[in-house]
């Protein structure tokens, strides 16, 4: 754990502020920590090899960025990430506008997660599964919200509440469903969206964010359940599988607010232009196994043979992504914002800023990106840690 609890304590700042976090290693095994979705510079993005020594058992590390952009982020290690993730080691960066005008008081974050113990009770060994489990991606069997099982969330019917979801699981898909009463979408990894969207089940994959509200209805006294409903990620996520109970929504004895006035939330947003945009395409497989094991490639090179991608600062860049493999990828930059576009280059409705989406089976996302500031290697990589590792 961050400070002894799970998740990691809520780290609030206003954006515009610089964070500064003095972290101190007292596992035995070496870690980082990395800012997922923050413009921080390179020096402080927590991947070994590429932007920051491993912090050793004993060491210490001063991690120091100004967080520039309004928006719920998280922060957990690069190393050993299905293993350290998946025990514990991850919590929230809430960054906020004073000026946001949202104006709905009842805000919360909810850190969607899981954890899997063996029988005695100790935590599910991080190889569990072999190599099958690490094709599926490993998902703990109990679900946490805000690291409880089935928290209980007073509500008062039909007010609005602002709920600051992000995933934090190791492979866990989240399709959100409150009894199919509305999610209006106002947000999602890099702040709001250029308008709301709503929507009946919500996908929230791994690593991804959503900032939504929710007007929870119903007779006072009575209650309503969260559920994570069955979405298909590739075999195995709906066979053997059912729908969980992740919260409870209870209403209380107060009067039924039915009056509303949401504020119009909208936002301008200039896309990366796809005229003299770079194409770089990008296949993902998973071949055959060989030698007893699996092995995902880009571009049919594996990991420990790949080269960076390169891109010039200034340059935008189209990239083109297809997945060959029966299994979603939740796909993750660092360090940038990226849109998704369609294959013509034009962005999807409405615009909003990306650091991860979730590229389906036998499907291509393309996103146009720019690599305007902070040259350095950044990672590019599947939020199914199991994959990423
Ligand atoms: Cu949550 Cu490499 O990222
Ligand atoms: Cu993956």
């Given at each position: 754990t961050y400070n002894g609890s799970l998740p990691g304590p809520l780290i609030r700042a206003t954006v515009g502020n610089r964070v500064i976090v003095h972290f101190v290693n007292e596992l035995d095994e070496p870690t980082t920590i990395h800012w997922h979705g923050v413009r921080v510079p390179i020096e402080m993005d927590?991947?070994?090899?590429?932007s920051q020594p491993e912090v050793k058992k004993g060491e210490s590390f001063t991690y120091d960025f100004i967080v520039r952009d309004a928006s719920l982020y998280w922060y957990h290690p690069h190393v050993m990430s299905a293993a350290q993730v998946g025990y514990g080691l991850y919590g929230g960066l809430l960054v906020e506008d004073p000026?946001?005008?949202?104006?709905?008081?009842d805000t919360t974050t909810l850190v969607l997660s899981d954890i899997g113990f063996d029988k005695n009770g100790?935590?599910?060994?991080?190889?569990?599964?072999g190599s099958a489990g690490m094709v599926f991606g490993r998902e703990g069997a109990y679900v946490l919200v805000n690291g409880r099982t089935r928290p209980t969330l007073r509500a008062r019917a039909g007010a609005p509440q602002r709920w600051r979801i992000v995933n934090m699981a190791k492979s866990r898909f989240f399709y959100l469903d409150l009894e199919g009463q509305e999610f209006v979408v106002i947000g999602q990894d890099g702040g709001f969206q250029a308008s709301p969207t709503k929507a009946d089940i919500l996908l929230v994959t791994p690593g991804e964010r959503y900032d939504v509200i929710v007007r929870?209805?119903?007779?006072?006294g009575s209650t309503l359940v969260l559920r994570a409903m069955l979405y298909n990620r590739g075999y195995g996520s709906i066979e053997y599988r059912s729908v969980e109970e992740i919260m409870t929504v209870a209403l209380t004895?107060?009067?039924?607010?039915?009056k509303v006035d949401l504020p119009a939330i909208s936002r301008e947003i200039t896309p990366p232009a796809f005229a003299g945009a770079t194409p770089v395409p990008m296949v993902f497989t998973l071949p055959p196994q060989e030698a007893g094991y699996s092995e995902f490639r880009i571009n049919g090179v594996p990991y420990w043979k790949a080269k960076p991608f390169r891109a010039e600062l200034g340059e935008t860049q189209f990239w083109t992504v297809t997945?060959?493999?029966d299994w979603d990828h939740p796909f993750h930059l660092h360090g940038y914002f990226f849109m998704v576009v369609d294959e013509k280059g034009a962005p999807l409705q409405p615009m909003v800023w990306k650091d991860t989406v979730n590229i389906p089976m036998k499907a291509t996302a393309h996103i146009l990106v720019t690599f305007?500031?902070?040259?350095g290697t950044w990672m590019i990589h599947c939020h199914i840690l199991d994959h990423a590792e």
């Open positions: 927590g991947v070994p090899g590429i000026a946001d005008g949202v104006g709905v008081a100790t935590l599910e060994d991080s190889e569990s599964g929870p209805t119903g007779a006072p004895n107060d009067p039924v607010v039915t997945n060959d493999t305007d500031e902070r040259p």
